[in-house]
């Protein structure tokens, strides 16, 4: 087995604002091993883009704070006490990300080229002209034609599968340890979302790196990950391995969700869904959070939640009927 690269222990991310406080993110433990995919799934409003912001500390405090408690290890380095000095170092450096919009996300005034080579000289100490040529192979490395044509064009002139391929020629730009991936493919068309797949998949392989990827989309999940947390509510609800949640989902919210997907022999019938909403984060119920939605809840679903440890197994459901 891979050795542990990252460990969340017990995360909680609350806002405090004027109407109560939000426990957007609420006990939330997993592992990311190096050199895997780790996939974290759930629908929007979920805690899935908080939990990733809250591992580089990007979330502005106030109103966010992370609470007492917490732990967030990377590589034996526990982040929540570390500097802003040296989380600057880590950003971009060890740890990446690819956020969700690359439109709102890349500078509109700067040129693709500018803003690659930017973390290459603060984290790589490239000079100017040795910056702007390993930007033109990472714009290659990710699939741009005329690599050095497009490194001086602006994010409008691109296409919104290019903008997304120079996020990630950004993200790997400092050959990171750790990418992090919040809906990479949001917004693209299926076909540019394949090839993004790809691009990430193949990148892995040659450069070692282990991958978070925030989704909603469980095809996604089933093509590039190979263990998966399943967040409802704030909270972590089902752990496993890809094929286990797949063959074998014990939570009816992970149950839901797999039964929302269209299937061929389900065609002409109406798609599956779950009812009702997320509760608002100020205002979680007292037991399960997902019992009000649940079609199988019981009377002790209204006072407690257990986490229940599945046989010998690092596979953990949030259920009174999940079965040892």
């Not at 919009?101 to 500078?107: I, Q, Y």
């Not at 990630?168 to 990418?179: G, K, N, Q, T």
């Not at 394949?194 to 450069?207: G, K, M, S, V, Y």
């Not at 263990?227 to 094929?243: F, I, K, L, S």
């Amino acid at each position: 087995m891979s050795k542990t690269l990252l460990s969340v222990s017990d995360l909680r991310t609350w806002f405090h604002t004027d109407q109560g406080v939000g426990r957007a993110v609420d006990g939330v433990s997993f592992e990311v091993r190096a050199g895997e995919t780790l996939g974290i799934v759930g629908e929007s409003g979920c805690g899935k883009t908080v939990t990733s912001l809250s591992i580089l500390r990007l979330l502005p405090e106030p109103p966010a704070r992370i609470e007492p408690g917490s732990s967030i290890v990377f590589d034996g380095e526990e982040l929540l006490g570390a500097t802003q000095e040296r989380m600057r170092a880590l950003r971009g450096n060890e740890i990446s990300m690819i956020f969700q919009e690359p439109m709102s996300s890349l500078n509109p005034v700067y040129t693709v080229g500018s803003q690659i080579t930017e973390a290459l000289r603060l984290h790589r100490k490239m000079d100017r002209v040795e910056a702007r040529t390993e930007a033109i192979r990472l714009l290659g490395e990710v699939g741009i034609p005329d690599a050095d044509r497009r490194v001086d064009e602006y994010p409008h002139q691109l296409s919104g599968g290019m903008r997304q391929r120079v996020m990630i020629a950004i993200a790997l730009s400092c050959e990171p340890r750790l990418l992090i991936a919040d809906e990479p493919t949001t917004a693209l068309d299926v076909t540019i979302q394949a090839q993004i797949l790809e691009l990430l998949a193949d990148l892995r392989a040659r450069h070692g790196m282990a991958v978070l990827l925030i989704t909603h989309d469980l095809g996604v999940v089933a093509e590039v990950c190979d263990r998966v947390v399943v967040m409802y509510a704030g909270q972590v609800v089902e752990t496993g391995t890809v094929d286990e949640i797949f063959a074998r989902p014990v939570h009816p919210y992970t149950r839901g969700l797999l039964a929302s997907l269209p299937a061929v022999e389900r065609r002409g019938q109406r798609l599956e869904s779950i009812p009702g909403t997320v509760p608002n984060s100020t205002d979680w119920p007292e037991g399960c959070r997902f019992a009000e939605r649940c079609s199988e809840v019981e009377d002790a679903c209204a006072v407690q939640q257990p986490l229940v440890q599945l046989g010998n197994t690092s596979r953990v459901a949030r259920c009174w009927r999940a079965d040892p």
